[in-house]
């Protein structure tokens, strides 16, 4: 009885995350952001979700780039391959999609990282996935890599323009999200934002999209933007944060919208011993921000499933490349976890 318990229960999960991938694969955008699909998606898709092919593949060979943003990108590149791997299996008459250049930069250098998507180009690229590390900084070399051809999907964080299509995250309904959890724990007190460094655009976007949500739905709360100076760096944050918790004995709260700032704040929080008296969430789960959320410093992570949007956009890659339409933005899950 036991095992046939527990194997309606895989059946109904796989059943459910078949039913939320086929919406995002096939839903238009609109309609995405009306699921309210906010459930993890399991980090392997099985049994796998196959799109019938429109028409033929431009080669019988089609070279795929992907361009992350910095080295620590597995989960990502296990969706693409995922995909590549399904794809290949639906593939007839010696057509076949690899992954030929999977190069990452160092963290935060955008030039290697747009030498990387001119390279992709000049290695006959048909698809680039690219997860830029600026908004702007790779647009031009998005205009060039289209004008020759090549189809520039972006994952996790969008261009201002320039690219094929986007799939990642709502971040307009994620800050929403961190907002609201936040509220639920804190006191009456102000709430700080630390936004990250200067030369993390997608951290800065997420503040603005942050500070925007507030002052909508909940312009009664006096928000503070502490920033400390030089470096962004775990330890600079901390310090910046146990300097702020000393000043403001009323202080109900910190939002971050990075990985660094989110565990350097709880850090600096736990170290002047306001640890749940000062409500600490934000973005980006890390092995230090899993930590801390498990010992009860951190109460909100928003979560993002790079596996997923992966995984979705190389399958929509193929789709476009047979002559499909396809949304210009595709929004995947997220959830928040915490307590």
């Known amino acids: 009885m036991f095992f046939e318990t527990r194997r309606s229960r895989e059946d109904s999960r796989r059943g459910a995350f078949l039913l939320a991938l086929a919406l995002l694969l096939l839903l238009p955008a609109g309609a995405l952001r009306a699921t309210g699909l906010r459930e993890e998606l399991p980090e392997r898709p099985e049994p796998s979700l196959r799109e019938p092919p429109a028409g033929p593949l431009p080669a019988r060979v089609v070279r795929v780039a992907l361009v992350p943003p910095g080295p620590d990108e597995s989960s990502l590149e296990a969706g693409v391959r995922q995909a590549l791997d399904d794809q290949n299996t639906t593939l007839s008459g010696g057509e076949r999609m690899v992954l030929f250049q999977k190069d990452a930069p160092p963290r935060d250098a955008l030039d290697i990282q747009i030498n990387l998507v001119e390279r992709a180009v000049a290695g006959g690229a048909h698809v680039i996935l690219l997860n830029p590390l600026d908004p702007r900084g790779l647009v031009a070399a998005v205009e060039r890599a289209r004008a020759a051809g090549v189809l520039v ?33 804190r006191g009456t007190g102000p709430v700080a934002l630390f936004s990250g460094p200067e030369g993390a655009p997608p951290s800065r976007d997420r503040a603005r999209q942050v500070l925007g949500y507030l002052e909508e739905h909940h312009p009664e709360v006096r928000i503070l933007e502490p920033l400390p100076s ?17 000043a403001t ?19 600096g929080v736990r170290e002047a011993g306001a640890a749940g008296r000062v409500v600490v969430a934000g973005f980006d789960k890390t092995p230090g921000t899993k930590a801390l959320l498990e010992e009860g410093v951190i109460r909100g992570i928003l979560v993002e499933d790079p596996f997923a949007i992966g995984y979705v956009a190389l399958v929509r890659a193929a789709a476009a490349l047979r002559g499909s339409d396809v949304p210009e933005e595709i929004f995947l ?3 928040m976890a915490g307590p």
């Open 153 to 185: 999907v972006t994952l996790m964080n969008p261009l201002e323009r320039g690219a094929s299509f986007h799939v990642g995250t709502d971040a307009s309904a994620a800050s929403g999200s961190v907002v609201e959890h936040l509220l639920r724990y």
């Open 230 to 246: 030089g470096p962004v760096s775990l330890e600079a944050v901390a310090v910046a944060t146990r300097s702020l918790v000393a």
């Open 249 to 267: 004995p009323d202080l109900a709260g910190i939002i971050a919208t990075d990985s660094i700032s989110l565990e350097g704040a709880a850090r």
């Open 333 to 335: 899950p997220y959830r």
